[in-house]
């Protein structure tokens, strides 16, 4: 039986590995102006947007090719230096952070969309091209890139948390829509995961492996993904209730109807208040839904029909619709600039973020419950849901120069994950482990999942150097 779950420390164990000059020398001669040590950049690579500190990396190299990251990798493995690969920095549990020293490895130049295969429904790109900037280039082929986490993060990135979104219910997460990786290996081999084929039965499924692996197992410098048609037809909506339990049982009604709503997400009162007030909108300041649906025109009309009578049967109310893409971003706006608008809520605070995601069947228990007790302790959060799929996110208003209220949001974390295992769920749904969930996991897989786990680790890295102290202590 695995002890109670306790909150963890916002200050991870630092264990800072010497670095050979000579290191920096190599790199420095290899790389030129693309290998910095300015205080500014080694710090810029040194946070993410969790709360959780460390020293920054002692150098930055900025990749521009996949030999390049073979070349930093391989100096690396020579002296037994840390790297850890960066994309754009959005990450939440501290996956970034250099806890062992060690060299920052900047993916964001390698931004090019190297095929795009509209009669395959493929797309072949590197590892810094960013959601965005995939939709953008793939827009005019009639297609799109459905996975979509909120912030504008890089492929890459979301490859290596396994990140999903608002778009999960439909469309998946990266781990079902990724087809193939090229990875440099911590020797600084350059290997080839998965084809271009929707499935296959060859061998161990190394793609899958990788896809989550917070780079700890490889760095990423090439992806195959899996594009879709752009809908017939999209229809967005937003809905108000008068209580967040209402909005939480419309929600696993509709999942369990089998409406194949496209997007399905939560805001409480508290949450709706300050996206008005960081984005000067007018929505009733109570529980929202926000919800999209896909497919032909009769098909859209058929599961809106569905969507409004479930609706209806839990009081909502106040239904606003957008058919265009300038109304529907409206309409988004809200649910994409939540976190924002929380931090810019409190000025000068951290932001300790948190989801878990459960069976639809407990969502109401999961979420409820974790609202109810935010509010008791009466430190200020946030809170939205990728609810169609029975996973949510905690954000909890800190000042960072209170210990009390940083010991305050650490437990309600704890307490919300324990819940979250004791319902059949998961301590994260789409963050990832990093530094800040690394206790967790072991409640949640058990000693001899993550001995498993470590075996892998050990095996493929066998000196420790690829994002080291990520996801569990070696």
């Not at 102006?33 to 810029?44: G, I, Y």
């Not at 509209?118 to 072949?124: C, E, G, R, S």
């Not at 409406?259 to 929202?288: F, Y």
């Not at 208003?397 to 974390?413: G, V």
């Amino acid at each position: 039986m695995n002890a109670p779950l306790v909150a963890a420390s916002l200050m991870p164990s630092i264990a800072q590995r010497a670095i050979a000059p000579a290191f920096l020398e190599q790199l420095q001669a290899r790389f030129g102006p693309q290998c910095s040590t300015a205080m500014v950049v080694r710090e810029q690579h040194g946070r993410d947007e969790s709360a959780m500190q460390a020293p920054p990396p002692v150098a930055v190299v900025f990749a521009e090719s996949t030999d390049d990251v073979a070349a930093a990798v391989q100096l690396a493995a020579q002296y037994h230096a840390p790297v850890i690969p960066f994309g754009v920095g959005s990450s939440l549990e501290g996956h970034l952070l250099a806890v062992q020293g060690g060299i920052s490895l900047d993916v964001s130049r390698m931004n090019k969309v190297l095929s795009i295969n509209a009669d395959d429904l493929t797309v072949t790109l590197q590892p810094g091209v960013t959601r965005k900037q995939l939709n953008e280039e793939v827009k005019s082929a009639g297609l799109f890139f459905p996975i979509d986490p909120g912030a504008d993060a890089s492929l890459g990135g979301m490859c290596a948390t396994r990140a999903s979104g608002t778009n999960a219910v439909r469309y998946g997460t990266m781990r079902e829509n990724v087809l193939a990786l090229q990875v440099v290996t911590a020797s600084g081999e350059v290997i080839r995961t998965g084809t271009g084929a929707k499935k296959s039965s060859a061998g161990y499924d190394l793609t899958r492996l990788m896809v989550g692996s917070e780079g700890t197992l490889g760095v990423i410098t090439e992806i195959t993904l899996k594009l879709y048609p752009l809908p017939e037809a999209v229809m967005a909506a937003t809905c108000a209730f008068s209580s967040l339990a209402d909005a939480v049982n419309t929600t696993i009604q509709i999942i369990q109807l089998g409406v194949p709503i496209a997007r399905c997400e939560l805001l409480d009162g508290n949450t709706v208040r300050m996206v008005n007030q960081h984005s000067k909108l007018g929505l009733a300041e109570g529980p929202m839904m926000l919800m999209e649906f896909h497919g032909s025109p009769a098909g859209v009309q058929e599961q809106i029909a569905t969507v409004q009578e479930i609706v209806k049967d839990n009081h909502g109310h106040g239904f606003q619709w957008a058919d265009t893409p300038e109304e529907r971003t409206r309409l988004w706006t809200a649910r994409h600039n939540a976190y924002f608008a929380g931090v810019q809520s409190r000025p000068g605070c951290r932001c300790i973020t948190t989801d878990t995601c459960v069976p639809i069947s407990k969502l109401a228990d999961a979420l409820l419950d974790s609202v109810d007790e935010a509010n008791a302790a009466g430190i200020p959060y946030f809170m939205v849901g990728h609810v169609g799929d029975g996973n949510f996110h905690m954000g909890y208003l800190i000042d960072p120069d209170n210990a009390q209220e940083r010991d305050t949001a650490e437990q309600l974390n704890a307490q919300l994950v324990a819940r979250a295992l004791r319902l059949g769920g998961t301590c994260t749904g789409e963050h990832g482990v990093g530094l800040h969930k690394m206790e967790f996991l072991v409640h949640e897989a058990g000693a001899g999942a993550v001995a498993m786990m470590r075996a892998i680790k050990q095996a493929l890295d066998p000196h420790n150097i690829l994002n080291p102290g990520k996801i569990f202590a070696l």
